[in-house]
């Protein structure tokens, strides 16, 4: 393709370019859900970002002329690299036309920036961090994305391996049918499970009651998490802006926090959320100055949740306790006429995660891959 170059986007001007091109690809697409612009631009902004602290990003468009062609983030991890004894770049944010020279460019220049910076592999599409999206979709072209994950076309996986990118892992994620009534066996454990181990159900009345447990509960998440592909604990910085950027979206009807009785710690969790997916189609990335009615109205009114997160402490695996929260979100879904939940995305050897789905009626929705390439 002649004309063809890249750009570094170094003005606000250029970032809002980036943030908006995959609209202009994704146009009349009935499956992508588009990401809100003012979260996209908090994420990829220094100075909102607390993982900025650990993490160096520059991001580029590929111009063809003076059309935008293809975009993409280049991250080094140094918190990651450092924990997982890696030399590993990311990249994140790839967007591109379906032409071989602009996925070439794009790609060639994260590696050429990683090779500068004395990284041995390039992998994703990855983010800053774990609560960012990752992940190319590989499977389920024909299903809704969910709000907490990527869409991207059939053609972008077939590029990255004709650049020389292979499987590093996948994470899937399966669509629940929520039926008439909890399962009696799932009632009866988790019964069991809560009084053998002296625990209790946190049952909040409103998201203010939530918010002294909040940061609890991505404690709990640090500690849960912790042996998961590439996880690094979130800092205390990331915690409070998460805190403030998600908490005040969340519906205390959808969420389970498992307490210990004695000392209130939060042991596990489950956090849901009203589905926001075809909202957020309909917004088209923005609020504002309309997009925020058919948000408000799929917080209020809604069939399907996204099951976002899940976690137990380490030393409560393997006791059951996930049957506690499954017990009060399930009761939950069926008494506010929630049809279909959608897991969270899951690491495919992850068998126990599976486990937690099978008293219920699913299907595998979607399949992500996180991509590696070793450059030297």
Known sequence: MKNLKIIEVKSSTDLKKFIAFPDKLYKGNKYRVPQLHSFEKSTLIESKNPAFE????????????????GRIAGIINRKTNEIWKEKNARFGWIDFIDDFEVSA?????????????????????????????????????????????????????IHLE??????????VQYEIKVPDQVPDKVK????????????????????????????????????????????????EKQIAYYIKQYFSMINPKYVCFVLDKNSDEVVAFGVSVLSLSKALMKAKGKLFPFGFIPVLRALYKNDTVDMLLQGVKPKYHNKGIPAIFFNEMMQAYIDNGIQTAISSHALELNTSSL????DYEYRQHLRRRCYIKHIK
């Open 162 to 171: 004709k650049l020389g990118y292979a499987k590093d892992v996948d994470w």
């Open 54 to 69: 650990f993490c160096e990003a520059k991001y580029w468009l590929a111009y063809h002329d003076n059309t935008i062609v």
């Open 188 to 235: 009866r454990i988790a019964a069991i499970v809560e009084k053998k181990y002296d625990l209790k159900v946190l049952r909040p009345k409103s998201g203010k009651d939530l918010l002294p447990y909040a940061s609890g509960m991505f404690q709990a998440l640090n500690e849960s998490y912790k042996d998961l592909y590439g996880f690094v604990p979130l800092t």
């Open 355 to 358: 486990l937690l789905f099978k």
């Open 105 to 157: 460019l794009l790609i060639k220049t994260v590696e050429q920036w990683a090779v500068e910076n004395g990284m041995n592999a390039v992998h994703g599409p990855m983010g800053f961090s774990d609560m960012d999206l990752e992940g190319m979709l590989v499977d389920g072209f024909e299903e809704i994305a969910t709000q907490a994950t990527l869409y991207n076309y059939p053609y972008y996986p």
